[in-house]
């Protein structure tokens, strides 16, 4: 649960001792969306709407994986926390579910906490077919709460009675996991008694908790993990907190204990709560030895939603310099993604041939894969999001004297790097020799045309073994849900003013112009859309416009001017005068030929004009002063 870095003490006070009130459903507030807005992850989970922080009771059933996070479905700031929730087939595509955990519905302050699956009925819970699915939460003791049709809807157990209490001060973050071992049940809950800690708590029923022991460290804050992974023939436990530090250690009779208490990062960046990791948990109930984790990723933020999900990566333990560490890759399901692959092998590069390798690469969302022989570089690395004037928005740097990657040591082995990025439209995602290095970063790439250019660079000479770029699709064209009907091919993106999905269609406001674009351009066509000016000046239809909407023609319809009017930046085309009605519907038609122009309202027409100032451009949609909504976008 974050606590530091976002100044939430005094809205937390009045959730405390909020009163528990029963209504008839779940809340499902979310605006729709085509999860296309601006800097909206393409393949890492954001919350449909409002505002989402740590990982919640990460999971697997029957196909399924579920992910619940701490969520604050009304604004874009932390608020009251509620469980918010959704579920995957591939860990890849994910699916937007009606909220879990509810104030209101289930009591308590509903903070951070763990899951799992009662898959031999230990509760006695099991009432059909589906097994129990059991989830944790509370501060200063544990609330169990429980789901009966596959983690969807949770009721209260025993009324909110906390299940464990733990001793005095402050203590959250209940994460359960089993011990084969032993073949029972533990608990571990970060607590500030007598200092930072871990409680451990051991249980036969997953309902009745017995204090087993704690281990006292002064970097284990909040929201700790528990997880046994594979090491050398054997097992260890891997205890880590909220910040991504972790020990390796033994779990035996309820007691955690390491021979190297100095803990390492899973994630070598700067972690805290609101940075791009935190919060980490593993999911629990996987059929086999994989450990999967995702993280929450606090600094992304859009019109209708804020932070999202780390992508899902595989944890392993691997001995490094004599001890056991933990290495993540990509889950290997991303290849489900990959539309497109570009592939060179065996090149000798400096600086200048390793520019022009990449000259002809574009691409927006992306994953590149290189083997590199350095022995004779000073550095090489990766420039990306590049454009024609030179601006990149993010390098990522291997310095080969330094031994390190982007600042995190990296040794060479034999000479050898491996560099994997996963570019997303707001995260960077950097592992380095096969997860020795994982780092995760929000990026504010910019996704506006003519800048989606890959640059190698090279200090010295390398010899490149392999180097791959997969084009990845977008992971919400099978879940989002796009309001905007259109036969225009390629993302669109707001370049001025705000835009939303609404059930009517896109929806535009702002106090001057404002332009949602679409990346595909033409020349000569015919455009034609359904326009509803809902209050203020203008909505309109544009075509033929630049990147930023600097240069463009626009055909709108004008409520107070009373006009169908064709325009563009330094003049007034055409205009035909006609009364014009707000939250009335509009179908506006525009044919293109050269510089001829020829407009129609409703099937008639209205406007015979030429300008020869621009020739082609891109497709999109205006308002100006105001709100309106527009629909059935096409193009022929």
């Known amino acids: 649960?974050?606590?530091?870095?976002?100044?939430?003490?005094?809205?937390?006070?009045?959730?405390?001792?909020?009163?528990?009130?029963?209504?008839?459903?779940?809340?499902?507030?979310?605006?729709?969306?085509?999860?296309?807005?601006?800097?909206?992850?393409?393949?890492?989970?954001?919350?449909?709407?409002?505002?989402?922080?740590?990982?919640?009771?990460?999971?697997?059933?029957?196909?399924?994986?579920?992910?619940?996070?701490?969520?604050?479905?009304?604004?874009?700031?932390?608020?009251?926390?509620?469980?918010?929730?959704?579920?995957?087939?591939?860990?890849?595509?994910?699916?937007?579910?009606?909220?879990?955990?509810?104030?209101?519905?289930?009591?308590?302050?509903?903070?951070?906490?763990?899951?799992v699956v009662d898959t031999h009925n230990v509760t006695g819970l099991k009432s059909g077919d589906d097994d129990p699915i059991v989830v944790y939460s509370g501060t200063n003791g544990v609330t169990v709460f429980y789901s009966l049709d596959g983690g969807n809807t949770f009721k209260t157990f025993a009324d909110g009675k906390k299940?464990?209490?733990?001793?005095?001060?402050?203590?959250?973050?209940?994460?359960?996991?089993?011990?084969?071992?032993?073949?029972?049940?533990?608990?571990?809950?970060?607590?500030?008694?007598?200092?930072?800690?871990?409680d451990f708590y051991t249980s036969a029923n997953l309902l009745d908790w017995t204090f087993a022991s704690r281990y006292q460290a002064d970097w284990l804050f909040e929201c700790p993990d528990m997880v046994r992974m594979p090491y050398e023939g054997g097992h260890r436990w891997v205890l880590s907190d909220g910040s991504g530090e972790y020990v390796v250690g033994t779990f035996a009779n309820g007691t955690f204990s390491t021979a190297h208490p100095v803990p390492a990062k899973i994630n070598q960046t700067d972690t805290y709560a609101g940075a791009g990791y935190y919060a980490a948990l593993t999911f629990g109930n996987l059929p086999t030895d994989r450990v999967v984790s995702m993280a929450w990723q606090g600094q992304n933020q859009g019109t209708s939603w804020t932070g999202n999900a780390t992508f899902p990566v595989e944890q392993r333990l691997r001995s490094i310099g004599g001890q056991p560490r933990v290495v993540s890759t990509p889950v290997p399901e991303i290849a489900g993604l990959r539309e497109s692959t570009r592939s060179w092998v065996g090149r000798t590069l400096d600086k200048d041939s390793a520019k022009r390798l990449l000259a002809g690469v574009q691409a927006d969302t992306y994953e590149i894969e290189a083997s590199v022989d350095v022995r004779q570089?000073?550095?090489?690395?990766?420039?990306?999001?590049?454009?024609?004037?030179?601006?990149?928005?993010?390098?990522?740097?291997?310095?080969?004297?330094?031994?390190?990657?982007?600042g995190t040591p990296m040794p060479a082995d034999k000479g050898r790097v491996k560099l994997r990025l996963l570019v997303d439209r707001g995260q960077l995602e950097v592992f380095g020799n096969d997860g020795e290095v994982y780092q995760s970063r929000n990026v504010n790439f910019d996704s506006l045309p003519g800048g989606d250019g890959v640059e190698l660079v090279v200090d010295g000479k390398v010899r490149l073994e392999s180097l791959k770029i997969h084009e990845l699709a977008s992971s919400w064209k099978q879940?989002?849900?796009?309001?905007?009907?259109?036969?225009?091919?390629?993302?669109?993106?707001?370049?001025?003013?705000?835009w939303t999905d609404t059930t009517g269609g896109k929806q535009g406001q702002a106090s001057g112009d404002a332009f949602y674009l679409s990346k595909a351009t033409g020349s000569d066509f015919t455009l034609d859309g359904d326009v509803r000016l809902v209050s203020g000046t203008a909505a309109a239809l544009t075509f033929r416009a630049s990147k930023d909407a600097s240069r463009h023609y626009t055909v709108n319809i004008d409520a107070d001017a009373g006009v169908v009017k064709l325009w563009r930046p330094g003049r007034d085309i055409a205009t035909y005068p006609t009364p014009i009605e707000r939250n009335r519907g509009y179908h506006l038609k525009v044919k293109a030929a050269g510089a001829q122009f020829t407009v129609w309202l409703d099937g008639k027409q209205v406007i015979s004009a030429s300008d020869g100032e621009i020739a082609s451009g891109q497709f999109g949609l205006n308002v100006f002063r105001g709100t309106a909504v527009l629909q059935n976008v096409t193009r022929s």
């Open 377 to 406: 570089a000073r550095s090489i690395g990766f420039r990306l999001h590049t454009s024609p004037d030179g601006w990149s928005d993010r390098d990522v740097l291997y310095d080969v004297a330094a031994g390190t990657l982007d």
């Open 479 to 498: 879940t989002g849900e796009s309001t905007l009907k259109t036969n225009i091919a390629g993302d669109w993106y707001p370049a001025a003013g705000s």
């Open 1 to 115: 649960m974050i606590l530091k870095a976002l100044a939430v003490g005094a809205a937390l006070l009045g959730v405390l001792g909020s009163s528990v009130q029963q209504v008839p459903e779940p809340e499902f507030p979310y605006p729709v969306t085509n999860y296309q807005e601006d800097n909206r992850g393409q393949f890492h989970f954001s919350s449909r709407g409002g505002w989402m922080n740590d990982v919640n009771a990460p999971l697997y059933y029957r196909g399924v994986y579920h992910l619940y996070y701490q969520h604050n479905p009304h604004g874009l700031a932390w608020d009251t926390m509620h469980w918010g929730h959704a579920t995957s087939t591939d860990l890849v595509h994910w699916q937007q579910k009606p909220i879990a955990l509810e104030p209101g519905v289930h009591p308590g302050d509903l903070w951070s906490g763990g899951g």
């Open 163 to 198: 299940v464990v209490v733990p001793p005095a001060k402050t203590s959250r973050d209940p994460k359960v996991f089993w011990d084969p071992d032993s073949r029972r049940w533990g608990m571990v809950v970060w607590s500030d008694q007598g200092g930072n800690g871990a």
